[in-house]
């Protein structure tokens, strides 16, 4: 069930990133191109802590691009937690937290 819940979770946080980026029809075909997916589909069904990872990178990735955009370091630091968050529930997130070392 908790897998599955962040199957339901990462496709929110695609939605919610890509539609303060785009539109909100740009994030509802994001959260569905996501969430349909078979990988994801699989994953949500078993014990498994990609979603996970992959819901904590998404937040860290909208944290990052939004707040750099606004200038708000509120958002930047919490970019930093989740990208922490994201290496906490599986090393191979390595590239979330050194990724935005490129960007910046």
């Not at 929110?12 to 589909?41: D, K, N």
């Not at 996970?52 to 750099?68: E, K």
Request: proline share 3%; glycine share 6%.
């Amino acid at each position: 069930m908790l897998h599955w819940l962040f199957g339901l979770l990462g496709a929110a946080a695609v939605f919610g990133v890509a539609r303060r980026l785009w539109s909100r029809a740009v994030g509802l075909m994001a959260a569905a191109l996501f969430y349909c997916t078979p990988f994801v589909q699989d994953l949500s069904q078993t014990a498994r802590i990609d979603l996970a990872t992959a819901f904590f990178a998404t937040l860290a990735f909208g944290a990052l691009v939004i707040g750099s955009e606004e200038d708000n370091r509120s958002l930047v630091w919490l970019s930093a937690l989740c990208a922490g968050a994201a290496l906490a529930t599986k090393w191979t997130a390595i590239p979330v937290v050194l990724l935005p070392l490129v960007y910046y």
